[in-house]
């Protein structure tokens, strides 16, 4: 018995020296990665210390380098524009976020992609943290572009905020071809691709190149739309929402059953909120031009 239990012990001191040699092997590694990447460090600090010192920070000019910022232009506060002071120029220009809409049909959420707009991105979320789309309804549909515009203070396409920004993202090409393709013998110009997706939640436009507040829903493929509307960012949840408004069809003032109108069932935003999530990296937007009266609602034929 007495030699069991010494070959016992012995043994359990094997595996005990063994696991004491690991955990020793363990910590010479964790010691010289810890000093290679001190080292590194060091060597990083150093380089963009003497590159600083010599001027590589100031560009060809021995200008400073001038970070992407948004150029938000104040508009005249007349019928149908509010005034919501502006939004920060310095704002995230990488990311995702989500955009969770209130109705009183249920939610419908969103990624809105900070990369391909993020003045669109923190337009948005500068009138959501207001109040601004509260209460507002989704007061056009457009059966032939498959457009639910929505997020109008007075119900219209008047509605916008108190600045407009320059377009951003738009898509440069076509995803497929439009469904009805246009008359082509009727309309030569007409443009016969898609460049919008299902799904795509877009910002209407006050004028050429200058985006206004309202949001656009793309609820089926093969809109006709033309590619002159930034596009925030794509619907991950309550599209059927979306959907069974715009198969409730569109009226118009008298509520005959029209193609492009108000949509007879209501859907009405009670809140919007936006939060952040992930990051990428981003472009900048482009110069706006001058602002005009309203917001315009999406047409077969032009931007605005």
Same mark, same amino acid.
């Given at each position: 018995?007495?030699?069991?239990?010494?070959?016992?012990?012995?043994?359990?001191?094997?595996?005990?020296?063994?696991?004491?040699?690991?955990?020793?092997?363990?910590?010479?590694?964790?010691?010289?990665?810890?000093?290679?990447?001190?080292?590194?460090?060091?060597?990083?600090?150093? @380089?963009?210390?003497?590159?600083?010192?010599?001027?590589?920070?100031?560009?060809?000019?021995?200008?400073?380098?001038?970070?992407?910022?948004?150029?938000?232009?104040?508009? &005249?506060?007349?019928? @149908?524009?509010?005034?919501? !002071?502006?939004?920060?120029?310095?704002?995230?220009?990488?990311?995702?976020?989500?955009?969770?809409?209130?109705?009183?049909?249920?939610?419908?959420?969103?990624?809105?992609?900070?990369?391909?707009?993020?003045?669109?991105?923190?337009?948005?979320?500068?009138?959501?943290?207001?109040?601004?789309?509260? %209460?507002?309804? +989704?007061?056009?549909?457009?059966?032939?572009?498959?457009?639910?515009? +929505?997020?109008?203070?007075?119900?219209?396409?008047?509605?916008?905020?108190?600045? $407009?920004?320059?377009?951003? @993202?738009?898509?440069?090409?076509?995803? %497929?071809?439009?469904?009805?393709?246009?008359?082509?013998?009727?309309?030569?110009?007409?443009?016969?691709?898609?460049?919008?997706?299902?799904?795509?939640?877009?910002?209407?436009?006050?004028?050429?190149?200058?985006?206004?507040?309202?949001?656009?829903?793309?609820?089926?493929?093969?809109?006709?739309?033309?590619?002159?509307?930034?596009?925030?960012?794509?619907?991950?949840?309550?599209?059927?929402?979306? $959907?069974?408004?715009? &198969? %409730? !069809?569109?009226?118009?003032?008298?509520?005959?059953?029209?193609?492009? %109108?108000?949509?007879?069932? &209501?859907?009405?935003?009670?809140?919007? $909120?936006?939060? &952040?999530?992930?990051?990428?990296?981003?472009?900048?937007?482009?110069?706006?031009?001058?602002?005009?009266?309203?917001?315009?609602?999406?047409?077969?034929?032009?931007?605005?």
């Amino acid at each position: 018995m007495a030699s069991k239990s010494n070959r016992a012990r012995q043994l359990e001191r094997a595996r005990a020296e063994r696991r004491m040699a690991r955990l020793a092997a363990q910590q010479r590694r964790r010691r010289r990665v810890q000093a290679a990447i001190g080292g590194a460090l060091a060597l990083v600090v150093l @380089g963009l210390g003497t590159t600083w010192l010599l001027g590589g920070f100031s560009g060809s000019s021995g200008e400073s380098v001038t970070l992407p910022t948004c150029t938000w232009t104040p508009r &005249d506060i007349t019928t @149908g524009v509010e005034d919501t !002071g502006l939004p920060p120029t310095d704002v995230p220009t990488e990311g995702v976020q989500n955009l969770v809409i209130s109705t009183n049909l249920g939610e419908i959420r969103a990624i809105i992609d900070v990369h391909s707009a993020f003045c669109g991105a923190a337009s948005v979320g500068f009138l959501a943290g207001s109040g601004f789309y509260n %209460g507002t309804k +989704c007061h056009a549909l457009d059966t032939t572009l498959y457009v639910l515009t +929505c997020g109008s203070k007075t119900g219209d396409s008047t509605s916008s905020p108190g600045y $407009q920004f320059p377009n951003e @993202g738009l898509p440069r090409q076509p995803l %497929g071809t439009a469904s009805p393709a246009p008359d082509v013998s009727a309309t030569p110009d007409a443009d016969p691709n898609s460049y919008y997706a299902k799904g795509a939640v877009l910002l209407s436009n006050i004028d050429v190149n200058a985006t206004g507040s309202q949001l656009i829903f793309v609820y089926q493929d093969g809109t006709a739309l033309p590619p002159d509307y930034t596009q925030i960012g794509e619907v991950s949840t309550g599209l059927d929402l979306i $959907q069974k408004i715009a &198969d %409730g !069809g569109a009226v118009n003032t008298d509520g005959a059953a029209v193609s492009v %109108g108000a949509p007879k069932l &209501d859907l009405t935003f009670s809140s919007v $909120q936006v939060s &952040d999530e992930l990051s990428t990296e981003l472009p900048s937007g482009e110069p706006p031009t001058s602002p005009a009266s309203g917001e315009a609602t999406p047409t077969t034929t032009g931007g605005s």
